[in-house]
Structure formats: structure tokens, C-alpha cells
């Protein structure tokens, strides 16, 4: 290992995780992707204690981890609109031209989220938040919304007291 004068070295403090519920949000960038027919609408919290949690670097470096996808699919067409309406009802005197995507950048929605427990491929069980309803900001605000049980999408991996022979293949002795 390299040497280094680790007491001059500051150590990173993590941001506070954000916690399933409603927030006011902005959409921040709409990135469409015809191939497919979705939108990635990334996304910042607007308002509260957690107001700018992406707007730092990291959150500028990763929007996957703050986005979600909206099908515009026919067979999602119904859900698309409810979007679209959520959006349009947030933001007062808004009405989409339904061409141009861009449109949404800048504008307010309520996301209510929902935690996730999951196993990741490494068979570690693991937890993230997920858009699971898009709401309008004036249904947050007042409290219109209901926080969802968390989804637990864990897989059971059996247990070994045992450690794989191959687990310090990778240690120099």
C-alpha cells in the first residue's frame, strides 16, 4: 500500500440518505430515447430539508441515481398522460405542445418513493428508493399521498459458516 500522511487527509462525509415519502421535486434534464420510447426524467429535490441533495458534483456526475423512466409507448399511453398531467397541474398556466420533451426541464413534480430491498448480482442484499408515483407537488405539500410499504424483492441465498476456498485468492501472503 502506498504510504500516505493520513492525518492530513480529510475524510469524506457522506450526505444523508433520502428517506421514503413525498417530495416537491424539478425536473432537471429529460433525455428521450426513441428506440425505446421512454424519457429519463432526471430529477432534484425542490423544497424541505433535502432541497439540492443532486445538485453537488457527485449528484451532477450520476443521474442515473436520480432519475426514473416514463414510456410513451401505446401500451403505456395511459400512464404517460397521467405524467403529463401531474406536470402540467404543478406548474400553473404550463401546457406541454406534445413535442417537444424539453419542455419539462424546469418544471415541479411530486414524486412519492418507496424503498426497495434487493439482491444485488453479487448475492448482497441491498436497499435503494424508487419512483413509485408521480403525484402533483400540491398533493405533497398538504400531505395527499401515501408512503408505501417498502418492496422486498430480496432473493434467499443459503448460508455457509464456511469460507470458500477461493475467498483469499486474492490476498498476497
Given at each position: 500500500?502506498?504510504?500516505?500522511?493520513?492525518?492530513?487527509?480529510?475524510?469524506?462525509?457522506?450526505?444523508?440518505?433520502?428517506?421514503?415519502?413525498?417530495?416537491?421535486?424539478?425536473?432537471?434534464?429529460?433525455?428521450?430515447?426513441?428506440?425505446?420510447e421512454?424519457l429519463?426524467?432526471?430529477y432534484?429535490?425542490?423544497?424541505?430539508?433535502?432541497?439540492?441533495?443532486?445538485?453537488?458534483?457527485?449528484g451532477?456526475?450520476?443521474?442515473?441515481?436520480?432519475?426514473?423512466a416514463?414510456s410513451?409507448?401505446?401500451?403505456?399511453?395511459?400512464?404517460?398522460?397521467?405524467?403529463?398531467?401531474?406536470?402540467?397541474?404543478?406548474?400553473?398556466?404550463?401546457?406541454?405542445?406534445?413535442?417537444?420533451?424539453s419542455?419539462?426541464?424546469?418544471?415541479?413534480?411530486?414524486?412519492?418513493?418507496?424503498?426497495?430491498?434487493?439482491?444485488?448480482?453479487?448475492?448482497?442484499?441491498?436497499?435503494?428508493?424508487?419512483v413509485?408515483?408521480?403525484?402533483?407537488?400540491?398533493?405533497?405539500r398538504?400531505?395527499?399521498?401515501?408512503?408505501?410499504?417498502?418492496?422486498?424483492?430480496?432473493?434467499?441465498?443459503?448460508?455457509?459458516?464456511?469460507?470458500?476456498?477461493?475467498?483469499?485468492?486474492?490476498?498476497?501472503?
Open positions: 500500500m502506498k504510504v500516505k500522511n493520513w492525518n492530513e487527509i480529510e475524510e469524506t462525509e457522506y450526505a444523508d440518505k433520502l428517506p421514503a415519502g413525498g417530495y416537491v421535486c424539478r425536473i432537471t434534464a429529460v433525455e428521450d430515447v426513441p428506440e425505446k421512454y429519463w426524467i432526471t432534484d429535490i425542490a423544497e424541505g430539508e433535502y432541497a439540492g441533495k443532486y445538485s453537488d458534483d457527485w451532477k456526475e450520476n443521474p442515473w441515481a436520480h432519475r426514473f416514463r410513451y409507448k401505446d401500451s403505456a399511453e395511459g400512464m404517460f398522460k397521467a405524467f403529463v398531467n401531474r406536470v402540467q397541474e404543478s406548474n400553473k398556466g404550463f401546457v406541454w405542445d406534445q413535442v417537444n420533451e419542455q419539462f426541464v424546469g418544471k415541479e413534480i411530486g414524486l412519492v418513493f418507496q424503498t426497495e430491498l434487493y439482491t444485488n448480482d453479487k448475492g448482497d442484499d441491498k436497499e435503494r428508493l424508487n413509485f408515483r408521480v403525484v402533483a407537488s400540491q398533493d405533497i398538504v400531505g395527499d399521498f401515501k408512503v408505501p410499504e417498502p418492496k422486498n424483492t430480496r432473493e434467499k441465498v443459503p448460508q455457509s459458516d464456511t469460507v470458500p476456498v477461493d475467498a483469499y485468492d486474492d490476498v498476497p501472503f
